[in-house]
């Protein structure tokens, strides 16, 4: 009887030991290599389809703060008489654009306004034409390396003001560029001689 009992319980005990046996039993090799496999697989379609969005979610908010920054600068054109500069003594662009940061640094301070280069998400390129009545604000996106532009003219041509602007059937209004030459890693404000456009879709990088 005794014998029978011990049976039993080396049986019980067997059992219980393949089923501990079975719960700490792992991965194979092949199988953690085809999981890693896949999961690199996944990796190499999510990353470039990631910064893809993360690009041309910059340059989104770098044409939005354009946008903006151009409003604020037509309400203080307006604000001051339809000039950008109220000094009587400037004469310049350079004077005429320094007195512009000033005055839209009180007008609106969200932006960081520079009559030089910009590098950050909040930087305001300015550049005044010679007559004070065109105006080119510049944006840099960095993820893209681009430089985001938008024109505005109070003239009948643009090339009043900015002779270096050569494009021809431009007239008075807004218009748009960007750079990607040379991959930029800031922007200044800038006439280039061509390549502006209507809207920041279609347009043909400087």
Same mark, same amino acid.
């Given at each position: 009887m005794y014998q029978l009992l011990l049976k039993r319980v080396q049986a019980r005990k067997l059992v219980e030991l393949e089923g501990e046996g079975a719960g700490e039993a792992g991965f194979?090799?092949?199988?953690?290599?085809?999981?890693?496999?896949?999961i690199a697989i996944l990796l190499a379609i999510a990353i470039p389809t990631f910064l893809g969005v993360t690009g041309s979610a910059n340059d989104r908010a770098a044409q939005s703060n354009l946008t903006n920054s151009d409003t604020e600068a037509a309400a203080v054109y307006q604000n001051q008489g339809q000039a950008y500069d109220t000094?009587?003594?400037?004469?310049?662009?350079a004077q005429f654009t *320094? $007195?512009?940061?000033t005055a839209m640094g009180t007008a609106a301070p969200e932006f960081q306004w520079s009559a030089g280069a910009v590098s950050t998400k909040t930087g305001i390129s300015v550049l005044v034409s010679g007559d004070d009545q065109e105006l080119i604000l510049a944006a840099y996106s960095p993820p893209t390396k681009t430089?985001?532009?938008?024109?505005?003219?109070?003239?009948d041509q643009p090339v009043t003001?900015? *002779? $270096?602007i050569t494009q021809a059937g431009m007239h008075s209004g807004t218009w748009y560029a960007e750079q990607t030459s040379g991959s930029p890693t800031s922007c200044t404000a800038t006439a280039y001689a061509g390549n502006w456009g209507t809207s920041y879709s279609g347009l043909t990088a400087n």
């Amino acid at each position: 009887m005794y014998q029978l009992l011990l049976k039993r319980v080396q049986a019980r005990k067997l059992v219980e030991l393949e089923g501990e046996g079975a719960g700490e039993a792992g991965f194979t090799l092949i199988e953690l290599m085809v999981v890693l496999l896949i999961i690199a697989i996944l990796l190499a379609i999510a990353i470039p389809t990631f910064l893809g969005v993360t690009g041309s979610a910059n340059d989104r908010a770098a044409q939005s703060n354009l946008t903006n920054s151009d409003t604020e600068a037509a309400a203080v054109y307006q604000n001051q008489g339809q000039a950008y500069d109220t000094s009587a003594t400037d004469t310049t662009s350079a004077q005429f654009t *320094a $007195a512009l940061v000033t005055a839209m640094g009180t007008a609106a301070p969200e932006f960081q306004w520079s009559a030089g280069a910009v590098s950050t998400k909040t930087g305001i390129s300015v550049l005044v034409s010679g007559d004070d009545q065109e105006l080119i604000l510049a944006a840099y996106s960095p993820p893209t390396k681009t430089c985001w532009e938008v024109l505005t003219t109070n003239g009948d041509q643009p090339v009043t003001g900015f *002779a $270096a602007i050569t494009q021809a059937g431009m007239h008075s209004g807004t218009w748009y560029a960007e750079q990607t030459s040379g991959s930029p890693t800031s922007c200044t404000a800038t006439a280039y001689a061509g390549n502006w456009g209507t809207s920041y879709s279609g347009l043909t990088a400087n």
